[in-house]
């Protein structure tokens, strides 16, 4: 019902969607009416279905709940996150090794994929996630938000003289990542042009990739020119490894931004406390350097 989909809930279940479509028609059996309607766009619940959508809910999120608590009664060691597969790469990995050095008995679990997963059925203890704001029964709180900027490696600069004062990439190599999030500020190549007064011609060529950490990666290696998110692109720039080419000024603020997520009513551990203080001691420095690099680059 959440998902409208049966080929959606079985890839969250980890199940085929016959076996999903099995116990559905199982479950309609033992009720003796039908609670989803198939149709050409996906699954559609019945009247009588939705009626009780929000008791289901409510019901199986409770069970759910009240199982992790007791899976986990025995774990104080053990901490799971899930996060965006690009920022576990490029913005937690250089520094989840000083929260591990605190605590060396540590069992910790990194889920790095862009799978949206649902906290109140997953046995996570955490989120960070790049969106909108959450509400109950999930608390969050705010990291830091991000901008768009192109960034190139400082061999690439030397090889392709970029000058910051023409409106104009004819000539440049362009690395694009396709389907990058569901932000709808984000923007392309095109969209970043447009916003600054740049020619069109000469923004719609160039390699595209699937995976923004092979984009920003190629960029890194000198390939090209790549749109990345300030929060991705710091850590690397910061190194020397990728230079703004532009300056910061040159930046599309986002709406989406990053959080730290949880399931309010469940209890947390010592580990978890400390995992929470940890991040926003993270975060807070980290704002604190971007703050630097926007104003003085």
Not at 52 to 65: D, H, K, N
Not at 159 to 177: A, D, F, K, Q, T
């Amino acid at each position: 019902m959440r998902h409208k989909s049966f080929t959606a809930a079985a890839e969250e279940l980890g199940v085929t969607p016959a076996a999903v479509g099995q116990r559905v028609r199982s479950f309609e059996e033992y009720l003796g009416r039908p609670l989803l309607q198939r149709t050409r766009t996906g699954v559609v619940p019945t009247d009588e279905a939705r009626r009780v959508e929000a008791l289901l809910q409510s019901g199986i999120s409770s069970l759910s709940s009240a199982l992790e608590q007791l899976r986990h009664a025995d774990r104080a060691d053990q901490l799971s996150v899930t996060l965006p597969a690009s920022f576990a790469e490029h913005w937690l990995a250089p520094s989840i090794w000083e929260f591990y050095r605190r605590h060396e008995d540590i069992d910790l679990r990194l889920d790095a994929s862009n799978r949206d997963v649902d906290l109140l059925t997953e046995g996570f203890d955490f989120a960070i996630r790049y969106g909108r704001a959450t509400s109950p029964p999930l608390k969050e709180m705010h990291l830091f938000e991000d901008a768009v900027l192109p960034v190139c490696s400082p061999d690439f600069l030397e090889r392709h003289p970029i000058n910051p004062n023409l409106r104009s990439l004819e000539g440049i190599p362009l690395i694009h990542v396709e389907n990058r999030t569901s932000d709808p500020s984000w923007v392309g190549f095109g969209g970043w042009g447009a916003a600054f007064g740049f020619e069109p011609a000469g923004l719609r060529s160039g390699v595209r990739y699937s995976s923004f950490s092979s984009g920003l990666k190629s960029a890194i290696d000198g390939q090209g020119l790549v749109l990345s998110g300030v929060v991705e692109a710091f850590n690397a720039i910061r190194t020397g490894m990728l230079v703004a080419p532009f300056g910061p000024a040159l930046r599309c603020k986002t709406e989406f931004s990053y959080r730290l997520i949880w399931v309010a009513d469940r209890p947390r551990t010592k580990l978890g406390a400390d995992f929470t203080q940890w991040v926003l001691e993270k975060a807070d420095i980290f704002r604190r350097d971007l703050s630097v690099f926007l104003e003085t680059t």
